[in-house]
């Protein structure tokens, strides 16, 4: 319970990490919302991992959408949920004393609500998504393969610096060399040496490699990328580096060994520890130049 936010309930173990066994995807619908208090949506721990839990929201939090699935709205009782918010919480925001649903009722109005065979259309929904995710892994490995097959060839023809770094150039621009702290829009593509695809601000990449983000996309997270150009830049040594060989316009692939990369610990749980890695890079224009 959150006093102004929600209250959340829906698990079996009354810990408030149980769960039914099973996992479904999210719902997400242009036209539900969490938009006021009352609405009811799913709790989970990321994309794809609802359950049973939910919570119903005490206050309007649009934030929210396209990240929980809505499901519904209270229609009567909205006081008795108020009332809940207002419990005293100990540790975790768990109430002092336990608050139970005794019981739940399902109504169904109309026909086709009382047709509906909601276990059975379950456990086949379920099956079907199963295939599906099934038929997407294999389809992501053959292109991770197809990828990877694409850089062995390029790399044999790659040039090695003296720091581990290979660079083969795919596009040579005629734009100038930008000046060491000049800002730069670069677009990429990260790969790990299996060819599989762990991010890229290319839109049309990450939905053709299938790891395309609506929230991302609502955030403008596609498209050039603004960074330093030069030895300060924010970025993994053997992505700046690359960066310094090239000019405005260039594209390059570079092979950036595990040491000039995130090294022994890895990166967020993105990157596994020891990973060496493979970029596309495009160096789009001098940021302060575009703008004028």
């Known amino acids: 319970v959150i006093d102004g936010f929600m209250i959340q309930g829906g698990d079996p173990t009354g810990t408030g990490s149980g769960g039914p066994g099973y996992k479904y995807p999210d719902e997400f619908v242009d036209t539900l919302s969490h938009d006021t208090k009352g609405v009811l949506s ?3 721990a990321g994309p ?10 005490l206050a309007p939090v649009k934030q929210l959408d396209n990240r929980h699935t809505v499901f519904g709205k209270i229609v009567k009782g909205q006081d008795v949920v108020d009332s809940i918010g207002k419990v005293e919480t100990g540790p975790r925001d768990k109430p002092v004393k336990d608050v139970v649903m005794n019981e739940v009722n399902i109504i169904r109005k109309g026909s086709a609500a009382k047709k509906f065979e909601a276990a059975k259309v379950f456990e086949t929904e379920l099956a079907e998504i199963e295939s599906k995710k099934e038929e997407e892994a294999k389809k992501m ?3 991770a393969a197809k990828k990877a097959s694409e850089f062995d060839a390029l790399e044999a023809k790659a040039d090695s610096l003296d720091s581990g770094l290979k660079i083969y150039f795919e596009t ?9 702290g000049q800002t730069v829009n670069v677009i990429y593509e990260g790969y790990f040496a299996d060819g599989n695809i762990f991010d890229t601000n290319r839109e049309e990449i990450a939905q053709e490699m ?4 609506e929230q991302r996309a609502a955030q403008g997270g596609y498209g050039p990328m603004a960074t330093v ?8 040594p053997g992505f700046k580096e690359g960066m310094q060989q090239m000019n405005i316009g260039d594209e390059a692939v570079i092979w950036i060994p ?12 993105v990157i596994p520890p020891n990973s060496d890695l493979i970029f596309r890079i495009k160096l789009v224009d001098i940021k302060d130049e575009a703008a004028k």
Do not use: C, V
């Open 141 to 143: 490995q053959e292109m």
């Open 172 to 180: 040579t621009g005629d734009g100038e060399k930008p000046k060491n």
């Open 42 to 44: 799913m709790a989970n």
């Open 258 to 269: 595990s040491h000039l990369g995130y090294g022994e610990r890895g990166a967020g749980g």
């Open 48 to 57: 794809g991992t609802n359950g049973s839990q939910f919570f119903i929201t």
């Open 210 to 213: 299938g790891i395309w983000n």
């Open 229 to 236: 150009y030069g030895p300060d830049a924010p970025m993994i």
